[in-house]
């Protein structure tokens, strides 16, 4: 039997553990019918504040396109205030939490067709269970539907537009929303604008009452006491249960019921702005006149909330349309910064004294079968911690050609083995298992580093580092790695950065802890002038740049968009060139939220980036954050689209005959495109499909002329004016894997990508070549090197001679 076959251009970043689960037995479960995207994961294995979307508001809600231009506004929401957005439904028979921007298209694409479902706790195992393999279903969830799949993800907090609940007459009827039921038992705050006025709300919240669920009502700057609100208009006439003044007590309680164990959710209400909140009197009225015709009519049931919601609509003569959006948009937003607000509580709670010991100074540490922390391969004998400086002697450095700003950590794998084979495969949960741990350094600017610097480039790494054990380790380990360390600030009371996987028996990752926080803490609603990586990147970092101005710098995506600002500003002022790390498609989208007008992305001529390297889920979210912030509508962007050259009917053929024809049904290429005005040089990473390499050529270049390049010339610019005149064409490459690895010679994922970019930017600082093209395949050989070693960056390619 033939065996898969692993490929160098893969880009992952970790592998991040399934589903985290509620059983006290086991730290994972794997099912067919779950899956969370790898954003999510990430997100939530480094403490990222995630939210949780439903669906039904595509599927039943708004009508198509309407409702795709909200999914992507909600998720938008999400990103600008910080957060991670976690879209969930039912596609192809599969629940998934943290839908991508296609899922979300052809998912909404569904909404008004008779088989997408409807589905809440009762019909989550039909829509996962029915269906013959060609015919799976698809369906958006309902409040409960999402709220039980995002506990099973480990998402805490869920915005939605509005909540069900008892229908008037419940006491015959016994018509209560499973909603209700749901935050009995399901332990996921929900943050909603209460629910429907033509429900009954007095019912509804006895109801919660009994079921022991907590339930407030943000004062939204009200001082007294405040009405529980009525999804369209603020007050509903009955008092809400209890008050929170703000975020931060909305996630204080969250954080003290899931302390205490408590398995039930919290509803918080949130009431809709003033500005769209429709009167109550005008609403009542309303109100008894829809649900009269739907009585008159006979619309019971299922069949009688979308009745009494389009009479409504007509009623209002539409003024319910944009108050619905509006309160959406409120929720969604308020539950972001509850999330990140309920993330800070955490992350007091994890922090915690190192359990890294360094080698006591008085004792030698023989090579690196006592450390596991030589990477390099040229430390031989004995290796004293006491020899290890801090910095490397001045008459020893050399001046930087390159400068590494991002993520220094400290990583553990931790791998299970048990004493017997006949006990579980996995760790057993509240007690000590036997392990074979190693340590190492990691993070993504330490390994791009580690990678340019072996391929021959000089390099600075700059990050920061706090001053407790695993700082003092992953100095010392900087130093036995021959990284000079200059550019790495310590800073006082702070945690460094430090990974910790635990595996299987088969080395399959059951858990991570990731804590990058020491470089992500600085948010763009902070003061940049206050944030403490401004204060470092004035105080320590920007002299460096300004004295050695090295010819290329390269940033990572660990950093607030504020850090990256501020980088970005002084590399351009030492006319650098700039490459950006996404690390994963959680932070690819840094870049386009930079905090200040001023700081946003240039476009091309003068662009702010150079060079991306992002793999192709990071490509389509850096794609759509772009689209969704605006980004596609100025008019620099424009000017540079329109002076591609790209005929109006499209250039579909033409980009088949450059890559694949399913490349260009997925998008990436056009995607490629689309991003050129900013970043004019796009290596995307497509696994067993190679790299696309997607230029911006400037007029005059001799590509756009010479024979041997034709093939890969897509556009030439045919509407020269003085602004154009920088405007040559498009390059377009799509190179094929170096090497197929199989699958035993596979050793560790971990820092290919890494090894990628940092290769192919030491063969542009060296002067190798100043086209990306003639690097592509070396950087990818020293990537194949990566995925067979056990470290994150392979020794070996120190191997590979780069000569001019």
């Known amino acids: 039997m033939s065996r898969p076959i692993h490929n160098v251009a893969r880009c992952h970043k970790r592998y991040i553990p399934t589903v985290p689960t509620t059983s006290r037995r086991c730290l994972s479960v794997k099912s067919p019918f779950l899956r969370v995207s790898e954003e999510v994961q990430q997100a939530i294995s480094e403490g990222q504040p995630v939210v949780a979307l439903e669906s039904t508001i595509y599927t039943h809600g708004f009508p198509y396109p309407d409702n795709i231009a909200l999914a992507s506004h909600l998720e938008s929401t999400v990103r600008v205030a910080g957060g991670v957005p976690a879209t969930i439904g039912i596609l192809d028979g599969v629940a998934r939490v943290g839908l991508t921007a296609e899922e979300v298209i052809r998912l909404a694409g569904t909404s008004g067709n008779p088989d997408t479902l409807k589905v809440s706790r009762r019909d989550l195992g039909f829509a996962c269970g029915l269906g013959s393999p060609g015919r799976r279903y698809n369906g958006g969830t309902t409040v409960s539907g999402t709220m039980i799949l995002a506990a099973a993800a480990g998402i805490k907090v869920f915005a939605t537009g509005g909540l069900g609940g008892a229908h008037r007459g419940a006491e015959d009827s016994m018509d209560v929303s499973a909603d209700l039921t749901e935050l009995g038992r399901t332990p996921v705050a929900v943050i909603s604008s209460g629910c429907k006025s033509f429900l009954d709300i007095g019912r509804t919240l006895e109801y919660l009452e009994t079921e022991g669920v907590p339930v407030a009502t943000f004062a939204d700057g009200r001082s007294g006491s405040v009405d529980f609100p009525a ?23 969250i954080y003290a019921q899931q302390s205490l164990g408590l398995q039930t959710g919290l509803l918080f209400a949130n009431p809709i702005s003033e500005q769209f909140s429709i009167p109550k009197d005008e609403m009542d009225a309303i109100i ?15 069949r009688n909330t979308p009745f009494i919601l389009a009479k409504i609509k007509e009623l209002t003569k539409s003024k319910s349309v944009p108050a619905n959006r509006a309160l959406i948009e409120g929720n969604v937003k308020r539950g972001t910064l509850v999330a ?61 050609n390159v400068f590494v700003a991002g993520a220094l950590a400290v990583d553990l794998n931790c791998d299970y083995a048990p004493l017997s084979s006949s006990v579980s495969k996995a760790p057993i949960l509240e007690t000590s298992n036997p392990a074979r741990i190693n340590q190492s350094l990691g993070g993504v600017a330490h390994n791009v580093a580690r990678a340019a610097s072996l391929m021959g480039a000089n390099v600075r790494l700059c990050s920061t580092v706090g001053d407790d054990l695993a700082g003092k380790t992953a100095l010392q380990a900087l130093a036995m790695e021959e990284l000079e360390n200059t550019g790495i600030k310590t800073r006082h009371g702070g945690r460094t950065a430090q990974y910790i996987a635990v595996n299987d028996l088969n080395k399959d990752l ?107 889920l990071e490509l389509s979210a850096m794609h759509a954050s772009a689209r969704s912030l605006g980004f596609f509508d100025r008019q620099d962007w424009w000017e540079v689209i329109d002076a591609l050259g790209i005929p109006s009917s499209g250039a579909r053929v033409a980009l088949s005959q450059a890559t694949t024809p399913a490349l260009v049904d997925a998008g990436l290429p056009q995607q490629c495109i689309q991003l050129l005005p900013f970043i004019p040089s796009l290596c995307v990473k497509l696994g067993a499909q190679g790299v696309l390499l997607t230029q911006l050529l400037p007029a005059n270049d001799e590509r756009l002329y010479k024979r041997e390049y034709q093939p890969y010339i897509l556009s030439r610019c045919n509407n020269q004016t003085e602004e154009t005149l920088s405007v040559g064409g498009i ?22 990508g890494d090894t990628f970019l940092g290769a192919l930017v030491a063969g542009l600082a060296r002067g190798l070549s100043g086209r990306p093209e003639d690097l592509v395949d070396l950087a990818q050989k020293a990537a194949v090197l990566t995925l067979k070693s056990k470290e994150a960056v392979s020794p070996r390619i120190a191997e590979l001679v780069m000569t001019r």
């Open 510 to 616: 059951v858990i991570a802890m990731a804590d990058m926080s020491i470089l992500s803490e600085a948010t763009p609603e902070q003061d940049i002038a206050k944030a403490d990586h401004s204060d470092t990147f004035n105080d320590f970092w920007l002299p460096q740049l300004q004295d050695s101005r090295p010819s290329h710098v390269i940033l990572d995506a660990n950093w607030s968009p504020a850090a990256l600002a501020r980088w970005l500003e002084a590399s351009k002022s030492i006319s650098a060139h700039v490459s950006f790390e996404p690390v994963s498609t959680a932070k690819a989208t840094s870049i386009f939220h930079l905090p200040t007008p001023e700081a946003t992305l240039q476009a091309y001529p003068n662009p702010s980036i150079h060079l991306s390297t992002p793999n192709e």
């Open 231 to 253: 999804f369209w208009t603020r007050d509903s006439g009955i008092k809400s249960p209890m008050i929170l003044p703000d975020e931060k007590t909305a996630a204080a309680v």
């Open 288 to 302: 008894e006149v829809a649900i009269e015709e739907a009585a008159a009519a006979g619309f019971t049931g299922s």
């Open 731 to 752: 390059y377009m490459r799509l190179f094929s894997a170096a090497e197929k690895v199989a699958e035993e010679h596979v050793v560790s994922v971990n820092g290919v």
């Open 340 to 400: 990140k607000e309920l993330m800070k509580l955490e992350a007091e709670e994890k922090g915690f004294t190192s359990a890294f010991q360094p080698a006591p100074i008085s004792k030698t540490v023989v090579g690196p079968a006592a450390t596991n922390f030589n990477q390099s391969g040229t430390s031989k004998g004995v290796f004293k911690a006491s020899d290890a400086p801090r910095t490397a002697p001045s008459t020893e450095l050399k001046t930087p």
